[in-house]
């Protein structure tokens, strides 16, 4: 019996993990199964653990006020060690470009234990754009024994750092396997959140709005919270719902900016079986997030990224989102664009999803269970 070691500590991840998750532990006769969780994100990662149901067999819970990169790399390769020691796992599984998939993925290599790189071969060949998360997943890259590419255009970049054909599987991206399987709990079941929410929303039309990116600190977020303000003074019927992240540095030109315009929301983070509806609900996103990039056009909602570069180009080429920057201008006409032009809209969220059919998990497992021992 070959041991799996599933490790990851934010959101995102545990979003897209927690299918890979359920898959292996249908194979329980084949391969034994165990989750650590770094915890680099606390509470919204535990939303996500108690929507899937899953109990980490490991939780490193290492996220600290005011972390920064220096110390929650340290943090989390010592603390993997003693996972390492204890478990001794034949494959580690990592998930794209946090801070926890290259900490950890060295600490596999330290091991000796084969690295599975899922999300892998997304580039933007930009080292500081998204900071740290490209050099995150370049070094990932080159320690992964295997590579589990989400599309044609990811297998490309790998073989173009001379990864061989044999360690690559183009499977899908795991987030659609887990909207596909979270959809139709979240709409037969909202929570009372989304019912008293949906009730005083109503029929009108509905913006969703999600930014948090590093890179965009500072004037980016500055411009990207005036662009917002003016769309909605300038369609006054349209409700702008903004989850804010917690970071100081969203909160504080977030709340500054937008707090006092009627039809702007600004609410909490929100669970992730909320956030499904919310993107099931709105008419468009506009967002700085990867996965919302691959979420959003399997529920037929376009999207504007507030990003000048994307290591998702698969989207930009079919036609689901459309690259924004934090130019208020852009932002604004595109917003606009899409509010009033029905021919364009429809075109746009009628687009095919480049980024799977939801058995990208099932895929990854088969994928090792006819290699394992090789």
């Known amino acids: 019996m070959k041991k799996i070691l599933i490790v990851f500590g934010t959101r995102p991840e545990a979003i897209k993990m927690a299918p890979l998750v359920k898959e292996f532990q249908k194979f329980d006769a084949v391969f034994e199964t165990r989750v650590c969780v770094t915890a680099q994100h606390r509470e919204m990662l535990d939303q996500v653990l108690d929507f899937f149901e899953i109990t980490p067999d490991y939780d490193l819970d290492l ?29 580690v599984f990592v998930h794209g470009d946090t801070t926890t998939t290259m900490s950890t993925s060295l600490a596999a290599y330290y091991n000796q234990s084969k690295l599975c790189h899922v999300e892998a071969g997304l580039r933007t060949h930009n080292k500081w754009s998204p900071f740290p998360e490209e050099m995150n997943r370049q070094i990932t890259g080159r320690l ?5 590419a989400p599309t044609a255009t990811s297998k490309e970049n790998l073989l173009k750092e001379n990864c061989s054909e044999a360690s690559i599987l183009i499977t899908g991206n795991t987030v659609i396997d887990a909207l596909f399987q979270s959809l139709d709990k979240v709409t037969s079941r909202p929570s009372s959140f989304i019912q008293n929410f949906s009730e005083a929303l109503g029929e009108r039309e509905m913006i969703l709005v999600t930014g948090h990116r590093r890179e965009n600190h500072g004037a980016g977020f500055i411009r990207i919270c005036e662009a917002l303000k003016t769309i909605a003074q300038q369609q006054p019927h349209v409700t702008i719902v903004y989850p804010v992240h917690l970071n100081p540095k969203v909160l504080k030109p977030v709340n500054a900016i937008l707090g006092k315009i009627d039809n702007i929301k600004l609410i909490e983070p929100l669970a992730y079986q909320d956030f499904i509806w919310m993107m099931h609900r709105s008419k468009l996103i506009i967002t700085d997030s990867g996965g919302v990039q691959e979420e959003a056009p399997s529920l037929g909602k376009p999207v504007l990224v507030m990003r000048d570069t994307t290591e998702r180009p698969e989207a930009v080429d079919a036609g689901t989102v459309i690259l924004v920057g934090t130019d208020v201008q852009k932002i604004v006409d ?12 429809d075109r746009m969220s009628a687009l095919h999803n480049p980024y799977g059919d939801g058995n990208a998990c099932k895929r990854i497992v088969e994928f090792i269970e006819k290699t394992k021992g090789k």
Request: proline share 4%; no cysteine; glycine share 4%.
């Open 334 to 345: 595109e917003t606009m664009r899409l509010l009033t032009d029905s021919e364009q809209y």
């Open 144 to 148: 992964a024994d295997y590579h589990f």
């Open 63 to 91: 996220m600290k006020p005011n972390q920064n990169l220096y110390g929650l790399t340290g943090d989390i390769i010592i603390a993997m060690k003693a996972v390492m020691e204890d478990f001794n796992p034949d494959y």
